[in-house]
Nanobody, 123 residues
Framework: QVELVESGGGLVQAGGSLRLACAAS????????MGWFRQAPGKEREFVAA????????YYTDSVKGRFTISRDNAKNTVALQMNSLRPGDTAIYYC????????????????WGQGTQVAVTS
């Protein structure tokens, strides 16, 4: 398994942008489906975005479509989440995860998780 570490979180005003990064401690990241999930206070962890091992397919939850972009650089063992037009509703801890299952929006498809990075969006 790979170890994942998220970075790039912070405090930003509504309408601003943040870029989250997920770094893998081991090689062969191209073998894994990669996803981003988030968990806000008092809410369940929810799917945000995913990208297949080759980068050919991407998936987003409806609330972030057109605002967030997931990408990966397998040579550098990194995955990124570019977040634009941020809203207070995006406030959450964001988690990077890797997996090898077919259902990309399900948390059970992922077996490795990072520690999370905090994103706070003010109005």
């Amino acid at each position: 398994q790979v170890e994942l570490v998220e970075s790039g979180g912070g405090l930003v005003q509504a309408g601003g942008s943040l870029r989250l990064a997920c770094a893998a401690s081991r090689r062969a990241l191209n073998r894994y489906l990669m996803g981003w999930f988030r968990q806000a206070p008092g809410k369940e962890r929810e799917f945000v975005a995913a990208i297949t091992n080759s980068g050919s397919n991407v998936y987003y939850t409806d609330s972030v479509k057109g605002r967030f972009t997931i990408s990966r650089d397998n040579a550098k063992n990194t995955v990124a989440l570019q977040m634009n037009s941020l809203r207070p509703g995006d406030t959450a801890i964001y988690y990077c995860a890797s997996g090898s299952r077919a259902i990309v929006r399900a948390s059970t498809s992922y077996d490795n998780w990072g520690q999370g990075t905090q994103v706070a969006v003010t109005s």
